[in-house]
């Protein structure tokens, strides 16, 4: 019996994917199967609707927080944390014990992914606990931003800025740090957030400006569904676990304020949308991927679903991508992922801050896949 339910549920993995040591290999043949089992199979085949789908996702989560690593308590000799409310928002809050101890008076503000939808501090206490010790400055932030659909665009946005300016405003006295030396950091839809409030403040010409911005794999689109990358998953990683277009397309209208329950088809016609993005920006081995000018033949378009999503895909509130002018933001680092459907995005964007004259750092990772920090503990390509 169990061979036979091994023969079924076994997907071959890419060649190249978490392949820097055995043990990661090994780590990723047990993970995968797992999570298509209790997250990718009950939301495509066993729910009947969007709402069913965005609570499996949800309480999937549990699965994923006994992945990432045993329950922490809050007794660490160097560390304090605590749960607290900034000017009405949830947050993580980390600072050593000793003040005067370390190593830098900056400050990082993390924000967590999750597609604006699932997901929360809980889930990446580990990897932020892990962050807040390596990084070691006077105070270490991790946001616990209001949730789509419930709270849609740009509530998220909003929660993330009143806990920036809490910290400019109370962050000195509190915690003695340097307000010009805060760091915005995010993955996935956290990254789009790190990179929205970049923008915004550099655009408002707000002060303190923000000293850097640590983009992980981010999410910065949601017009194109049909880039390289896309269709690279599509083709060699289709019912695999790793984040998915059709879940990225009920992510945006989650976050949009869309009724997904009302119009089951729009997700789907999602994934067929194909705009804006400039594939020359991206270096040859990722257009190598698949021939650019072979797109699929779309289905009939939903005019609908254009007309309510437009002015949602061109907002760089929404997408930051589709912001025309980078000069003067935040000096960058971008993290892209070889197994991802965002390589294309996070790529692109950092291509273009570097054009704007943005001091950039592009790290790519040839073995990584999509959200591999959250399991940092049981994978050393995560390290």
Same mark, same amino acid.
């Not at 036979?4 to 392949?19: E, N, Q, S, T, W």
């Given at each position: 019996?169990?061979?036979?339910? =091994? *023969? /079924? /549920?076994?997907?071959?993995?890419?060649?190249?994917?978490?392949?820097?040591?055995?043990?990661?290999?090994?780590?990723?043949?047990?993970?995968?199967?797992? +999570?298509? !089992?209790?997250? $990718? $199979?009950?939301?495509? $085949? !066993?729910?009947p609707s969007a709402d069913c789908r965005l609570q499996w996702m949800r309480k999937a989560s549990a699965l994923l927080k006994w992945i990432v690593g045993p329950s922490m308590d809050d007794n660490d000799p160097h560390l304090h944390m605590e749960t607290t409310h900034w000017d009405g928002v949830k947050v993580r809050i980390y600072y050593p014990r000793d003040i005067a101890a370390a190593e830098s008076d900056g400050a990082i503000l993390y924000t967590h992914g999750g597609g604006f939808s699932i997901w929360d501090t809980k889930i990446y206490e580990s990897l932020t606990r892990k962050l807040a010790q390596q990084m070691s400055t006077r105070l270490f932030v991790s946001i616990?931003?209001?949730? +789509?659909?419930?709270?849609?665009?740009?509530?998220? /946005?909003?929660?993330?800025?009143?806990?920036?300016?809490?910290? /400019?405003?109370h962050g000195p006295q509190k915690f003695g740090i340097d307000p010009k030396k805060i760091v915005v950091m995010g993955d996935s839809a956290? =990254?789009?957030? +790190?990179? *929205?409030?970049?923008?915004?403040?550099?655009?408002? =010409?707000? !002060?303190?400006?923000?000293? =850097?911005? +640590? !983009?992980? $794999?981010?999410?910065?689109?949601?017009?194109?569904?049909?880039?390289?990358?896309? %269709?690279?998953?599509? %083709?060699?990683?289709d019912k695999l676990t790793f984040l998915d277009p059709l879940t990225l397309a009920h992510f945006t209208l989650w976050y949009a304020g869309i009724d *997904?329950?009302? %119009?089951?088809?729009?997700?789907?016609?999602?994934t067929e949308f194909r705009h804006y993005m400039d594939y020359s920006l991206l270096p040859g081995p990722f257009q190598d991927k698949l021939n650019c000018t072979d797109f699929p033949k779309l289905n009939s378009p939903i005019q609908e679903l254009s007309d309510s999503l437009t002015p949602f895909l061109t907002d760089p509130d929404f997408a930051p991508l589709m912001q025309p002018d980078l000069s003067n933001l935040p000096p960058a680092l971008v993290l892209t992922c070889e197994f991802d459907v965002l390589i294309d995005e996070g790529v692109i964007y950092a291509q273009r801050l570097k054009q704007a004259g943005v001091p950039t750092r592009w790290v790519h990772s040839e073995h990584g896949f999509h959200g591999m920090l959250s399991i940092h503990s049981r994978l050393d390509v995560a390290q």
């Open positions: 019996v169990i061979l036979v339910f =091994g *023969v /079924i /549920i076994y997907r071959p993995l890419p060649d190249k994917l978490a392949a820097s040591t055995t043990s990661d290999r090994v780590t990723i043949h047990i993970f995968d199967p797992l +999570a298509r !089992l209790f997250y $990718y $199979y009950p939301t495509r $085949y !066993l729910c616990d931003y209001r949730l +789509a659909p419930e709270t849609p665009f740009p509530g998220a /946005i909003d929660d993330c800025e009143r806990v920036l300016e809490y910290i /400019i405003a956290g =990254g789009n957030l +790190a990179a *929205v409030i970049s923008q915004r403040r550099t655009s408002r =010409g707000s !002060l303190p400006k923000i000293l =850097g911005q +640590a !983009l992980l $794999y981010p999410w910065l689109q949601m017009s194109d569904l049909q880039s390289p990358s896309y %269709r690279y998953w599509n %083709r060699e990683m *997904v329950q009302a %119009r089951p088809d729009f997700a789907q016609a999602m």
